[in-house]
Every structure is written in structure tokens, then in C-alpha cells.
């Protein structure tokens, strides 16, 4: 065992907490779950088979060798491909049962070559983002004149660029925009009416009045991130790290601590050491110096501020407030977890939570509960 990583630690009942509470807020529409980047970094064996026993039937990933990986976790469950199909890869989309989120003219056209039996895919209808996607034009003009269900798709979707701005412009833009694309498949006569749609992504949820459509799409809501950003978090924390202390020091009143020099004891301090740094994912730029707070730790059961750059496998802690009979080498504290949600990691590390979840390193030590 590796003595020196730092524990990662899941939580599988959370994470399905969190699937359910959203599941009430989309209502009657299916809910799906979004499973790319590993399931933004908590492992899709980890989180795949958790979400599917809160009930989730249908995920999403980016990549096809993550859809193969999500198929052995989830046998049953429909599986979708958001970053778009390459022909040359159609065996492994029928073998596996996949679905790939088709966006362009040559993606459809390569569809059609499809065998029988082929599982249907999505259309991606780009609103907003200019990123991925048919434009609306094209989408309009596509279900005007042809059948989806005879080109092998079975969902239209887009995505939101701003969802935790409900009152953003192009929120209002992307739904009224999207609605309309609706309408037309929902039309008398159209050849297209039994065609669902998905639109809202974590966010999403939180918009009032927002119509859900038949399946939503969350992902970042389901860790534990604020989808409600600004707000107080609706979710249950869904992952804890904590790391060992490795060494406590005394450090005299004006010795500087770490790499540059960057923090400076204005007071006789303590500093613990600890072992995790920016190989395992946690932001450098959580550093505490001159110019940025940076990061903190809960140290038996106190937030204490970082002191000094983060380095590579190591993060200094002043933790001078803390009684010298309550942390010794061996111990761990908490870097992400209880009132230390992703989302103010992030900002301490200059970034948004979703990078935070997604650098989850290689080193830690994982481990599941709540089965
Ligand atoms: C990542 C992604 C989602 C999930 O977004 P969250 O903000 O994590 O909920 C939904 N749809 C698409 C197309 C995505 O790429």
C-alpha cells in the first residue's frame, strides 16, 4: 500500500441522492447522467453502477472507449457519444450498443451505412456555442423534410453555454430557439413526433419554468458540484480527500516557507506538511502568497490556510491555531470535502470545480462507500 497518497474517498449514496434530487426536478422527463471524463474524474466503475441502482437508465460520455467502458458497468443502459461518430469506428458502436450524438451533414450521411440493428443515435442542434452540432437552419430544414427515425436517429438535443446564468440573454435565446426546432417535429403531420429531445444540463434543472423536455442531461450536479452558482449548494458533497501529514514544523517569526519564498511567518508559526501537490491534480495555483489567498485545509476540524506555493507532492499548512496535542505525523486533513465543497476549491485554485474534479489524480488512494 502506498503509505504517502493522499485518500480519495466516494460517495455512492450521495452521488445517488443527488441523481434523485434531480430526477424530482426534471418531473415527468427521464433523467439521464453524464459519465464523461471518467465520471468527471470519480471513475465509471465507481459511479456508472451507483447511478444505475438510483434508477438512471441512459449516460453520456465523450468518448467511445469510455461508452465501451460505461457498457460493462451498465449492460442495460442506453449509451451516448456527445463527441460526434467516425465511420471508421461503426463495428464498435453495434457491438457495444452505443449511440453516437451526430452533428454535422457527414456524420448523419456516415450513419446511414449503419447495419440492421444498429442502436438509434442523437442529433446535436448547436443554439449558442458555435462548438459542436447542426446549426439551427440546418436542424429546421432536416426535420422539415426528412425522417429521423429512417436516418437512425432517435433524440435531438442541445446544450446550454450558460445555464447557471438563468436570466442570461442567451439562456432565454437557446430555450426559445431550441422550442421552436420542437415545434416543428411536434407538428401536425410531421414525420418526427415521436422523436424525444433533451436539453438541461445540471444547471439546467435550476431554471425556473425551464421546459425539460423527455431527458435531461446532468453531470457536474451529480458530484457534488453548485449548479447553482452564487447560491447556497443543493447537492450532497460527494467526494472527500484528505491527505497525510508527513511533518510539522516550527518556524520562527519572518522564515519564509516553500518554493520562492512566496509566505513569510509574520509570527512564530507551525507548518504541517502534507502529502499531495499538483501531480496529484490539485491546483498549483492554490498556493497562498502575496497576490491570492489560495487554499485551505480542515485540520481536526478547523480551516487552516495554506502557506506557500503548492508543490509537486507536498502542501504546507500554517496550522499555529491548532493544539499541538491534536496533529501529529500520520494524521490526514481534509483538502476537499465537508464546508471545503469542489466549487470553493476552485475558486481558490483560480479555476471552477469541474477542473478540480476532473484532475482528480492518479496517486490517491480510492475508495467507495454508501454501496
Ligand atoms: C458535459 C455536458 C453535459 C453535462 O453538463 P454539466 O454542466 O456537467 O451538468 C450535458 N450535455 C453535454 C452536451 C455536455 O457536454
Redesign the pocket.
Known amino acids: 500500500m502506498d503509505d504517502h497518497a493522499a485518500r480519495l474517498t466516494i460517495d455512492c449514496s450521495a452521488l445517488r441522492a443527488n441523481w434523485l434530487t434531480l430526477d424530482r426536478l426534471s418531473g415527468a422527463a427521464e433523467t439521464g447522467a453524464?459519465v464523461?471524463a471518467d465520471a468527471?474524474g470519480l471513475g465509471i466503475e465507481t459511479a456508472v453502477p451507483a447511478l444505475a441502482k438510483a434508477g438512471c437508465r441512459t449516460f453520456?460520455v465523450?468518448h467511445l472507449s469510455e461508452a465501451i467502458r460505461a457498457r460493462a458497468a451498465a449492460p442495460e443502459s442506453a449509451i451516448y457519444v456527445?463527441n460526434g461518430f467516425a465511420s471508421g469506428r461503426m463495428q464498435d458502436y453495434v457491438a457495444h450498443r452505443l449511440r453516437p450524438v451526430l452533428g454535422s451533414a457527414g456524420e448523419i450521411d456516415a450513419w446511414r451505412q449503419r447495419p440492421e440493428g444498429a442502436e438509434l443515435a442523437a442529433l446535436?442542434v448547436d443554439t449558442a456555442m458555435n462548438r459542436l452540432g447542426l446549426r439551427l437552419d440546418a436542424a429546421l430544414s432536416l426535420v422539415n423534410t426528412t425522417s429521423l427515425a429512417d436516418l437512425g436517429i432517435g433524440l435531438t438535443?442541445t446544450?446550454f453555454a450558460s445555464?447557471e446564468e438563468p436570466d442570461a440573454a442567451d439562456t432565454r435565446d437557446q430555450i426559445s430557439r431550441f422550442s421552436a426546432l420542437q415545434a416543428v417535429i411536434q407538428a401536425p403531420g410531421s414525420p418526427n413526433r415521436a422523436i424525444p429531445a433533451s436539453l438541461c444540463?445540471?444547471?439546467g434543472h435550476f431554471i425556473p419554468g425551464v421546459p425539460f423536455f423527455q431527458l435531461s442531461?446532468?453531470?457536474?450536479?451529480l458530484y457534488g458540484?453548485n449548479?447553482t452558482t452564487g447560491r447556497p449548494n443543493p447537492m450532497q458533497p460527494v467526494i472527500r480527500l484528505e491527505a497525510p501529514v508527513v511533518q510539522i514544523l516550527d518556524v520562527p517569526a519572518g522564515e519564509a516557507v516553500g518554493y520562492n519564498g512566496r509566505w513569510v511567518a509574520r509570527r512564530d508559526s507551525r507548518i504541517a506538511t502534507v502529502s499531495c501537490g499538483y501531480a496529484d491534480g490539485f491546483p498549483r495555483n492554490a498556493g497562498n502568497g502575496p497576490d491570492h489567498p489560495g487554499g485551505t485545509a480542515l485540520v481536526a476540524g478547523r480551516e487552516c490556510p495554506f502557506a506557500g506555493n503548492v508543490s509537486m507532492d507536498l502542501i504546507t499548512i500554517d496550522v499555529t491555531g491548532i493544539p499541538a496535542a491534536s496533529l501529529k505525523p500520520g494524521d490526514f486533513v481534509t483538502l476537499i470535502g465537508d464546508a471545503l465543497d469542489v466549487d470553493r476549491v476552485g475558486a481558490a485554485g483560480r479555476t471552477i470545480g469541474?477542473e478540480i474534479l476532473t484532475n482528480l489524480g492518479r496517486r490517491y488512494r480510492r475508495g467507495a462507500i454508501g454501496g
Not at 442531461?217 to 450536479?221: I, Q, S, T, W
Open positions: 453524464v464523461k468527471y453520456f465523450a456527445l446535436h438535443m446544450h445555464a444540463n445540471s444547471s442531461r446532468p453531470g457536474y450536479a458540484g449548479p469541474y
